[in-house]
């Protein structure tokens, strides 16, 4: 027993002394260790991102459309409902179209007079023409008196006064000829140089029938339709009733056709990015369900160009913030995919397929 104990005595410190120097070993080999693992994960995190850029930065888009219409009246009819659902030539409303008709009609009359009319001016230019050759006639008549009484005035066969009543005839009919035949020049210009013009293409019949065009496209234009397969949107602002002004939007449409992704990626993360680049992208309203896609186009410009007040760099406490680009992204086809609404939140991933090299690490 008690060289048991002697022994127990003995060892008993050397345990702690072993302890403490395997810990002081261990502890900056577990150190280095730790801090490699460190240096290799995010040296391979970075070799392996570059081959992607993400952003949740990225929204569902669709084409919208304020619907209005260029002539202004009375609305008679609201044919859909809000949030429904309209194809491409369905009658969403209508305006009064009598006033519309009355002008129409009024056009279509005065359509109407101007063929007269023409027809009219092209009769009279023929009868002009006949009034010359009678006129013509007299005057060959009056010259033959007039070189007749010349003769015999000199012989004493008629009075000076005949002679001079024949000369002043003759001028008469003559000045009356030129002045017929001035005004068949002037009805000649109004139908276009040509007797024989078809009325229908005369300026007169044109403009007339242009006004009759216009009517009739302002008649047409109180029945408006769907332009797209759209969904309506604030179909409730418009009554039956409500005075609508020309250009004045009545409600909105949203396209269930034209819908493409919009990603607005920081400017620096842009580099490897080009139109073609494959796409993966989640929708926040359909957790798991994973889209495709393609790079259409990347904007020329930041988000911030067309902004309505720009930044200003030309201050002295300017501060560099970085830019984000628009990317649109098409979205491919997929079956049964759930519907997707403008302005979805969504998650992109576009695949730049660029690999990055532990030489890029080199300045």
Avoid: C
């Amino acid at each position: 027993m008690s060289e048991l104990t002697v022994n127990q005595r003995t060892s008993a410190p050397a345990t702690p002394l072993r302890q403490r120097m395997r810990s002081r070993v261990l502890r900056p080999i577990l150190m280095l260790g730790g801090i490699v693992v460190v240096a290799v994960g995010a040296l391979a995190y970075w070799l392996m991102a570059g081959g992607s850029v993400s952003t949740d930065n990225a929204y569902v888009r669709a084409a919208k459309l304020s619907v209005s219409t260029d002539v202004s009246g009375i609305v008679e009819q609201v044919a859909v409902r809000d949030n429904a659902f309209v194809h491409k030539g369905q009658v969403l409303f209508r305006l009064d179209p009598r006033q519309f008709q009355f002008a129409l009609d009024g056009a279509e009359a005065n359509l109407a007079q101007v063929a007269e009319q023409m027809q009219a001016e092209k009769h009279d230019y023929r009868r002009m023409l006949f009034d010359i050759q009678a006129k013509e006639a007299q005057l060959s008549s009056d010259e033959a008196n007039y070189q007749r009484y010349a003769n015999l005035v000199k012989s004493g066969g008629v009075t000076r006064v005949q002679y001079d009543n024949a000369r002043y005839q003759r001028d008469t009919d003559k000045a009356m000829v030129d002045s017929l035949k001035s005004q068949a020049e002037v009805q000649l210009a109004r139908l276009g140089g040509n007797p024989n013009v078809d009325v229908k293409r005369t300026p007169e019949y044109l403009k007339a029938q242009a006004a009759v065009d216009e009517a009739q496209r302002q008649l047409n234009h109180t029945v408006v339709r769907a332009p797209f397969d759209a969904i309506t949107s604030e179909v409730n602002h418009l009554q039956p009733g409500q005075y609508l002004g020309a250009s004045v939007a009545a409600f909105g449409l949203i396209s269930t056709q034209d819908i493409w992704i919009e990603a607005n990626p920081k400017e620096t993360e842009l580099t490897y990015v080009k139109p073609g680049d494959k796409v993966r992208f989640t929708v926040d309203t359909y957790p798991g369900r994973v889209w495709h896609g393609t790079v259409e186009n990347i904007a020329p410009n930041s988000a911030s160009e067309f902004s309505i007040l720009p930044a200003q760099n030309a201050s002295g406490n300017w501060v560099k913030v970085v830019q984000r680009i628009p990317v649109r992204i098409h979205i491919d086809p997929m079956k049964d995919a759930p519907e997707l609404r403008a302005g979805m939140s969504v998650e992109a991933t576009i695949l730049t397929g660029h690999v990055r090299r532990l030489a890029d690490l080199i300045p």
